[in-house]
């Protein structure tokens, strides 16, 4: 027996493969033909989509062609393999026919032995080893084509009706050979490899993207014809792509293609549109959302498209969040996609920086963003502190001796802190960080979408609710004081109210430290060992690069001692020593809270009502650069200082 090989199988298969190859080659003339009779009056954003389409079904059919011509070759070589095995095993079976002779002759004849081995000497058995087969392996990929203006929407586009249909005839009447030729190939290729087991292969594929490349065909068949229809309804040879586009869109297939890579080449209207005639691919993008790094506008296509059927705002809440969210994230180059607090602050300062660098840009445009202002300008404060967490181990040692013996043993705990004590104290920083933004840029961008519409939509995809960690009840009364704060905001730049400006903004900040971060506070406080310890020097190192504001521990007022270097002369001749340690941990809410609310956040609205310019400057400023400054090593001279102080007394 020889080699599992169909023989008439592969021949059939290489047959049908080198005829593929011919009728692909041979349809370049009157595909070109085709092309050129719908390019003759074909002009602007369209014609270079039809044009770079062309291009690509050329430059795809030449490669599927010689895919045919390398089939057939491998199987043609797989034949040859076949055949040459086939022989080695007819010489080793007919060899072993002979010894078989020898050795019965061997065993019954007198000389036998000695003719036996004579005979041997000069038919030794084939030694050449057995032939290994190549695989059949066949590579052919189809690409999906762009049939939107995408950027190109505000251009005009033109042509002759009549030329697009004379291309789409005779496209579809070519796509029709291809389809039948790759049908006759794939029967081939499934009757060889189920008889021909011997040669290994490689998958399918090559075919099924043959075939999709086919479809990519057909659509480029339909979609000229509904260019032809549009220019035909409009009784003109001149159309806008926008209009081109929602013409299109709907004949646009789904078949074979990513829904997501399809919205990326359409503006929000035309993917609007586009879903709409596919409200399967719709409903599965609303329950399986695009991953974070895709473009707004597919975000926004798809949010449009729920609006358009009057979906509940909770069914597409994570869209609709995704949607602000990288809208925000556009304007200032963020990456959304790699935004994982568990990489560490070093591997995020694009993200961190460009967060403040949203806030700044908020303000600037509208100064009646007060939040936004006095984010950008504590949020350096705040990620230095996260980046000198490092360091900390070793500040300890510095500035424990200024501090009173009774926080002894906090810093001889925070100087023994473990690597991992570090990296999860700065991930639930970088996890406070990133919920900020991801909560204020959510809101801010709602009300540059719509005004008071998009809170209202917030509020009603329960976007606006309290931290996840909080009661339903809680939660309702987060949104409620979410949405009141926004209408004050939007009520005091409607009527000139600085006041209610100033409370929507001052409701906004109370959110971010109660709502969005105090979980994140709780968990470090009550971290083993470490968390009390921890939360308590946050308060002592810790301040506000804003002008007019105290540590905590100056706020608190400090504790001071009276030294009288001359006793026995009246009066006190000597120093008032004053130390700003706080007394209560920062991380607690109401001591935060109270902080910010009588000192940090006065201060902040002092600056920018009394010197809006200074603000502005600030706010401005370079945001890499005021993180560098805010580091530990940069001002720590300024720590000791504001750590005492020392009033010389002489009466």
């Given at each position: 027996?020889?080699?599992?090989?169909?023989?008439?199988?592969?021949?059939?298969?290489?047959?049908?493969?080198?005829?593929?190859d011919?009728?692909?080659?041979?349809q370049?003339?009157?595909?070109?033909?085709a092309?050129?009779?719908?390019?003759?009056?074909?002009?602007?954003?369209?014609?270079?989509?039809f044009?770079m389409a062309?291009v690509?079904?050329s430059?795809?059919?030449?490669?599927?062609a010689r895919a045919?011509?390398?089939?057939a070759q491998?199987v043609?070589?797989a034949?040859?393999?076949?055949?040459e095995?086939?022989?080695?095993?007819?010489?080793?079976?007919?060899?072993e026919?002979?010894?078989?002779?020898?050795d019965?002759?061997?065993r019954t004849?007198?000389?036998?032995?000695v003719?036996?081995?004579?005979?041997?000497l000069?038919d030794p058995?084939?030694?050449?080893?057995?032939?290994?087969?190549?695989?059949?392996?066949?590579?052919?990929t189809?690409s999906?084509?762009t049939r939107?203006?995408?950027?190109?929407?505000?251009?005009t586009?033109?042509a002759?009706?009549?030329?697009l249909r004379?291309?789409a005839t005779?496209?579809?009447?070519c796509n029709?050979?291809?389809?039948?030729?790759?049908?006759?190939?794939?029967d081939?290729w499934t009757?060889f490899?189920?008889s021909?087991?011997?040669v290994?292969?490689?998958g399918?594929?090559?075919l099924?993207?043959?075939s999709?490349?086919v479809?990519?065909?057909?659509?480029?068949?339909t979609?000229?014809?509904?260019?032809?229809?549009?220019f035909?309804?409009?009784?003109?040879?001149?159309?806008t792509?926008h209009?081109?586009?929602?013409?299109?869109a709907a004949?646009?297939?789904?078949?074979?293609?990513d829904?997501?890579?399809?919205?990326?080449?359409?503006?929000?209207?035309?993917?609007?549109?586009?879903?709409a005639a596919?409200p399967e691919v719709l409903?599965a993008?609303?329950?399986?959302p695009?991953a974070?790094?895709?473009?707004?506008?597919?975000?926004?296509?798809?949010?449009?498209?729920?609006r358009?059927r009057?979906?509940d705002p909770v069914d597409?809440?994570?869209?609709?969040?995704r949607?602000?969210?990288?809208?925000?994230a556009?304007?200032?180059?963020i990456?959304?996609?790699?935004w994982?607090t568990g990489r560490g602050?070093?591997?995020l300062l694009?993200?961190?920086?460009?967060?403040?660098?949203?806030?700044a840009?908020?303000y600037?445009?509208?100064?009646d963003?007060?939040?936004?202002g006095m984010?950008?300008?504590?949020?350096?404060?705040?990620?230095?502190?996260?980046?000198?967490l490092?360091?900390m181990?070793?500040h300890?040692?510095?500035?424990?001796?200024l501090?009173?013996?009774?926080?002894?043993?906090?810093?001889?705990v925070?100087a023994?802190?473990?690597?991992?004590?570090?990296?999860f104290?700065?991930?639930?920083?970088l996890?406070?960080?990133?919920g900020?933004?991801?909560?204020?840029s959510?809101m801010?961008?709602?009300y540059?979408?719509?005004?008071?519409?998009?809170?209202?939509?917030?509020?009603?995809?329960?976007?606006?609710?309290?931290?996840?960690?909080?009661?339903?009840?809680e939660?309702a009364?987060?949104a409620?004081?979410?949405?009141?704060?926004?209408?004050?905001i939007?009520?005091g730049?409607?009527?000139?109210s600085?006041?209610?400006?100033?409370r929507g903004?001052g409701?906004?900040?109370?959110r971010?430290?109660h709502?969005?971060?105090?979980r994140?506070?709780?968990t470090?406080?009550?971290?083993?060992?470490?968390?009390?310890a921890?939360?308590?020097?946050?308060?002592?190192?810790?301040?506000?690069?804003i002008?007019?504001?105290k540590?905590?521990g100056q706020?608190?007022?400090?504790t001071?001692v009276?030294?009288?270097?001359?006793?026995l002369v009246?009066?006190v001749?000597?120093v008032?020593e004053?130390?700003?340690?706080?007394?209560?941990n920062?991380?607690?809410?109401p001591?935060?809270?109270?902080?910010i609310?009588?000192d940090t956040?006065?201060?902040?609205?002092?600056?920018a009502?009394?010197?809006p310019?200074?603000?502005r400057?600030l706010?401005?400023?370079?945001?890499?650069?005021?993180?560098?400054?805010r580091?530990?090593?940069?001002?720590?001279?300024?720590l000791?200082d504001?750590l005492?102080?020392?009033?010389?007394?002489?009466?």
């Amino acid at each position: 027996m020889g080699v599992e090989f169909d023989e008439a199988a592969a021949g059939a298969l290489i047959r049908a493969a080198q005829s593929a190859d011919g009728a692909f080659t041979g349809q370049s003339g009157a595909r070109r033909g085709a092309v050129e009779t719908a390019m003759q009056e074909f002009r602007g954003g369209y014609a270079e989509l039809f044009r770079m389409a062309s291009v690509t079904e050329s430059a795809e059919r030449g490669r599927l062609a010689r895919a045919m011509d390398d089939l057939a070759q491998q199987v043609e070589r797989a034949k040859q393999q076949a055949a040459e095995e086939n022989r080695r095993l007819d010489e080793v079976r007919a060899w072993e026919g002979r010894e078989a002779d020898r050795d019965e002759r061997r065993r019954t004849q007198p000389l036998g032995p000695v003719v036996s081995d004579i005979e041997e000497l000069f038919d030794p058995r084939p030694s050449e080893p057995a032939v290994r087969p190549s695989t059949i392996s066949v590579a052919f990929t189809a690409s999906q084509r762009t049939r939107t203006s995408s950027g190109n929407a505000s251009g005009t586009s033109s042509a002759k009706p009549d030329a697009l249909r004379s291309f789409a005839t005779q496209s579809r009447s070519c796509n029709t050979t291809m389809r039948q030729h790759l049908e006759e190939v794939a029967d081939a290729w499934t009757r060889f490899t189920s008889s021909s087991s011997w040669v290994p292969v490689g998958g399918s594929g090559f075919l099924d993207n043959g075939s999709r490349f086919v479809d990519e065909n057909e659509a480029d068949v339909t979609w000229m014809e509904h260019v032809a229809a549009a220019f035909e309804h409009a009784g003109s040879g001149t159309l806008t792509n926008h209009a081109l586009d929602l013409a299109v869109a709907a004949s646009l297939t789904t078949q074979g293609q990513d829904p997501v890579e399809v919205l990326r080449h359409m503006d929000a209207d035309v993917g609007a549109a586009w879903l709409a005639a596919h409200p399967e691919v719709l409903d599965a993008l609303v329950t399986t959302p695009p991953a974070w790094g895709t473009p707004s506008t597919v975000y926004s296509a798809i949010v449009q498209a729920e609006r358009a059927r009057e979906a509940d705002p909770v069914d597409f809440a994570t869209v609709l969040q995704r949607m602000y969210v990288s809208r925000a994230a556009e304007k200032v180059g963020i990456d959304m996609a790699t935004w994982d607090t568990g990489r560490g602050a070093q591997a995020l300062l694009g993200q961190v920086t460009g967060s403040y660098q949203y806030y700044a840009q908020l303000y600037l445009d509208n100064p009646d963003f007060m939040w936004a202002g006095m984010a950008n300008l504590v949020g350096p404060d705040f990620a230095a502190g996260f980046l000198d967490l490092h360091s900390m181990r070793d500040h300890i040692g510095e500035v424990a001796p200024l501090l009173p013996p009774s926080l002894r043993p906090l810093t001889d705990v925070l100087a023994d802190m473990g690597d991992d004590e570090i990296a999860f104290y700065e991930k639930t920083f970088l996890d406070m960080q990133k919920g900020i933004f991801l909560d204020a840029s959510t809101m801010h961008e709602a009300y540059l979408d719509t005004g008071m519409d998009g809170i209202t939509e917030l509020r009603a995809a329960g976007l606006l609710a309290g931290g996840a960690d909080q009661s339903p009840s809680e939660q309702a009364v987060s949104a409620q004081y979410a949405e009141d704060a926004w209408n004050d905001i939007d009520t005091g730049m409607r009527t000139g109210s600085q006041d209610l400006v100033d409370r929507g903004n001052g409701a906004l900040l109370y959110r971010e430290q109660h709502d969005t971060i105090q979980r994140q506070y709780n968990t470090m406080r009550d971290h083993p060992v470490t968390g009390e310890a921890f939360t308590t020097v946050l308060g002592i190192v810790g301040d506000a690069s804003i002008p007019g504001t105290k540590t905590l521990g100056q706020y608190e007022g400090g504790t001071s001692v009276t030294v009288d270097a001359m006793p026995l002369v009246p009066g006190v001749q000597g120093v008032t020593e004053t130390v700003y340690i706080p007394s209560q941990n920062l991380s607690e809410f109401p001591v935060r809270w109270d902080y910010i609310e009588h000192d940090t956040l006065p201060a902040w609205q002092t600056l920018a009502h009394d010197d809006p310019e200074r603000a502005r400057e600030l706010v401005a400023g370079s945001v890499p650069d005021r993180i560098q400054d805010r580091r530990l090593d940069h001002r720590l001279g300024d720590l000791v200082d504001d750590l005492h102080d020392t009033e010389f007394r002489w009466r």
